[in-house]
């Protein structure tokens, strides 16, 4: 199997506060982890990839100083969202790439994020 | 500019026939080819992958490469109401790197 999970499933937080995500491959290890966005009715985007022990590449458009991204370990990424506000709220979904050049990536299952 | 192309449909099936969905890419260096599933308000689920021409089975669902013509498909055999989301094509491509290209998705509604 491959399986990646995502904590919190759902989190509310006030604006200008800062919200953390996790992202975990429960069965295999990830060397790469990607960290996408979704708003209503639209399609996938990626925010950036995600390297075990180095820094993260990010989309053009997307604030790496708002968007923190971790990879400390072959199974774990975060994603903390900096003073966040009302136009953060989102879906965002993280996945991980399983099989290297092959390129299977299997997705978490997301965290509903709204800002008030 | 590395695209990967879907109509958006909605494509509408009644339930036992053969839906058909496909995609379309634009880069011609393109290695691996997946089909995503996604259920509205939920994150994709990895349905189907193909590397080489021609078919492949797996169950209902038969995915097919034409490398020359640029172009895949996903066949999904006496559809289900259950069926019914949004599929998604995604290209993995020499120039991304290890980042897939994913279409817009399209929609499939499957009626009983």
């Known amino acids: 199997g491959a399986v990646v999970s995502q904590h919190p499933s759902w989190v509310i937080c006030k604006s200008g506060t800062s919200v953390k995500i996790e992202c975990r491959s429960l069965?295999?290890?990830?060397?790469?982890m990607f960290w996408y966005r979704q708003f209503p009715k639209q399609s996938l985007m990626l925010m950036a990839t995600?390297?075990?022990?180095?820094?993260?590449?990010?989309e053009q458009g997307v604030e790496k100083d708002k968007f923190l991204i971790n990879h400390a370990s072959l199974t774990l990424s975060t994603l903390t969202v900096t003073s966040a506000h009302p136009e953060d709220s989102s879906f965002y979904i993280c996945?991980?790439?399983?099989?290297?050049?092959?390129?299977?990536?299997?997705f978490g299952p997301g965290t509903r994020l709204t800002v008030t | 500019q590395k695209e990967v192309e879907q109509n958006s449909g909605p494509l509408s099936v009644p339930e036992g026939a053969i839906a058909s969905l496909n995609c379309t890419y634009s880069?011609?260096?393109?290695?691996?080819f997946f089909w995503y599933r996604q259920y509205s308000g939920k994150s994709p689920e990895l349905i189907m992958f193909?590397?080489?021409?021609g078919d492949k089975e797996d169950g209902r669902f038969t995915a097919q490469l034409n490398k020359a013509s640029q172009y895949v498909s996903l066949l999904i055999r006496d559809s289900q109401p259950s069926d019914s989301a949004t599929y998604l094509c995604?290209?993995?491509?020499?120039?991304?790197?290890?980042?897939?290209?994913f279409g817009k998705g399209t929609t499939l509604s499957v009626s009983s």
């Open positions: 996945s991980a790439l399983k099989g290297g050049r092959t390129g299977e990536q299997y």
């Open positions: 995604a290209v993995l491509s020499n120039q991304a790197g290890t980042a897939l290209i």
């Open positions: 880069d011609r260096g393109s290695q691996s």
């Open positions: 995600s390297n075990e022990g180095s820094k993260a590449t990010y």
């Open positions: 193909i590397y080489s021409n």
């Open positions: 069965d295999f290890q990830a060397t790469t």
